[in-house]
Structures are given as C-alpha cells and as structure tokens.
C-alpha cells in the first residue's frame, strides 16, 4: 500500500463522493493502521482483525473501510487484483443493550439547567444556557442524531408548521414534528432572541458561519456529568436510545419509531426491542402469569 493513494483516495471520497468529514477520518485513521501496521497483505491484516478483542462494528467499519479502497485501487488500475474478492470471513455476533439515561437523572438535568436560566447574571450567561436547554430538549424530544442536531439550518425550522426539516444519514430527508410545547417555546424564543446575526445554522460555532461543533456538545455533557457527580459519563447518543426506549415504553409501533429516527431498515431500530427494567417490573408486577395460579389455590 502506498501512502500517496491513501491521501489520493481521500481527496477523492470528499471531492467526488463529496463524504462526510465524520466517514473521511474514519477511512483515514482505518487506513493509516493497516499501512502502519507490520502486515505485509490484506489477507493477513483482515485475518489479525477478526481474531482481534474488537468490538464487531468496529471491525466491520474497519474492514469496510478496506475494500472500499481496493474497489477505488482496482478502478483506477493502480492494483491488480482487490483481495476482498478472494476473502471469506465471519464476523462475531455481539448483542448490546442500548445505553439510556436513568429518568431521575434526565429530570436532574432539565432542573438544573432551567436554574441555571433562571440565575443567570449576565445576558451571554442566559444565553448560553438558553442554549444548552434547548440542545438537550431537542436530543430527547426528537431523538435527533448529534450531528444531524448540529446541523440544523435556520432555513429549514418552520415555526407555523412546527417541524424540523432534517438531513440525515446518507443524505435522506425526514420531517420531524415538534410535539412538546416547552421544546418548542424553547425553540422559538432562542430564535427570536438570538438569531439576528447572519448564520446558516440554529446553533452557531465560535465563527457565526459554522455550525456548532460535536465536541462542544459533548464538552456540555461531561460538565452536566461532574456536576452532578455521576459515575458513568453521558452522550449525546444516549438520549437517542433514551427517546426510542420511552416511546416502545409507552406502546408505540416500532415501525413509526424506526420512521422519527431515520432508520433505513427496521432491523436497525429492533435493537430497542429489549424490555427496559421499568417496563419489566411493570409486566411482571400487573401481569405476572402465576398470579393467575396464585388464585385458582386460594379458592
């Protein structure tokens, strides 16, 4: 492998494919290992990774990132012959529950912030923390990806409408409908009162023509987390499990859950299938099947 076709075949994914940052630096750090690492072909890089302790997306990403650049190599004749024709592989199976934020400390978390609105001394302190409400308001509301979050255009919020128009995976469309009043009272006062300056998006980076940043969102939660002393950290994902979690919770079809979060496959959105410990005590309390033994005995 030559580093030159690495940097080539990057140019390439973003000024043709025109890829995200996010898939370029994935295929890029990808990459770079297999070309830093002391294995000298494919076959024997791929046959490391699958025997490797990885998790299995990892590995697939890691691998796909692989055969897409022997695709491009093998297009462009740079290579004779893509190994991955030739590869037969398996991928281990893992099954992991989804990370969702306990309830008591979502309601911790929205407390704290609408004290910190309500205290605030200077207007740059209300509106940072105007701010960072409405940015977890808008995660558990909508069940909104972090990027896609980050993203919003101001063009594409209709207030009369009450809807966010989302670009999202893959670059497919979907109209999410603001449905709880307090985010989008939240929503219309941030805009009318913060949104004069020129700028594309909702939430605007240091430079008011670029969007707010993932990592300043994630800086936002570690705060929240050493603030209220927690253990485990939170992120910006877990409110996307939290929000399918709740809805399945309250019985709704998991088809119309797969369709707010954008899924393109229902078998993606059945990872949140699993009985949440709350529904579990809820069934095994109210509709326990040996209650209905418990009361043949006693007659």
């Known amino acids: 492998?030559?580093?030159?076709?690495?940097?080539?075949?990057?140019?390439?994914?973003?000024?043709?494919?025109?890829?995200?940052?996010?898939?370029?630096?994935?295929?890029?750090?990808?990459?770079?290992?297999?070309?830093?690492?002391?294995?000298?072909?494919?076959?024997?890089?791929?046959?490391?990774?699958?025997?490797?302790?990885?998790?299995?997306?990892?590995?697939?990403?890691?691998?796909?990132?692989?055969?897409?650049?022997y695709s491009y190599l093998k297009?462009?004749?740079?290579?004779?012959?893509?190994?991955?024709?030739?590869?037969r592989y398996q991928f281990r199976t893992e099954k992991i529950l989804p990370k969702t934020i306990p309830y008591d400390i979502l309601k911790s978390i929205f407390l704290h912030l609408e004290q910190k609105i309500t205290y605030s001394k200077t207007k740059y302190q209300k509106q940072k923390a105007e701010r960072n409400l409405l940015i977890i308001s808008l995660l558990l509301s909508t069940g909104i990806r972090i990027s896609e979050l980050c993203h919003i255009h101001l063009k594409n919020i209709n207030l009369s409408n009450r809807t966010l128009h989302i670009m999202g995976k893959g670059k497919k469309e979907r109209i999410l409908f603001l449905g709880d009043q307090i985010t989008f009272s939240l929503l219309e006062t941030y805009i009318n009162n913060y949104c004069f300056q020129p700028s594309n998006y909702l939430f605007s980076g240091k430079y008011s023509f670029k969007p707010l940043?993932?990592?300043?969102?994630?800086l936002i939660l570690n705060t929240l987390v050493k603030q209220h002393n927690l253990t485990t950290p939170i992120t910006p994902h877990m409110f996307r499990h939290s929000f399918a979690t709740m809805l399945l919770d309250s019985d709704v079809?998991?088809?119309?859950?797969?369709?707010?979060?954008?899924?393109?496959?229902i078998s993606v959105t059945q990872i949140y299938t699993h009985v949440s410990q709350s529904k579990q005590k809820e069934i095994l309390t109210l509709c326990n099947p040996i209650a209905s033994i418990h009361s043949q005995s006693k007659k």
């Open 253 to 265: 079809d998991i088809r119309y859950i797969q369709q707010i979060l954008g899924h393109s496959s």
């Open 75 to 87: 297009y462009h004749n740079l290579v004779d012959e893509n190994p991955f024709n030739q590869l």
């Open 1 to 69: 492998m030559d580093y030159k076709h690495i940097s080539t075949f990057l140019d390439y994914c973003k000024t043709h494919r025109r890829l995200s940052s996010h898939t370029i630096r994935a295929y890029k750090n990808d990459l770079l290992q297999f070309y830093n690492s002391n294995y000298s072909s494919v076959e024997t890089y791929v046959e490391h990774l699958t025997k490797s302790n990885i998790k299995s997306n990892t590995l697939r990403r890691k691998i796909a990132s692989l055969k897409v650049f």
């Open 213 to 218: 940043s993932e990592q300043s969102v994630r």
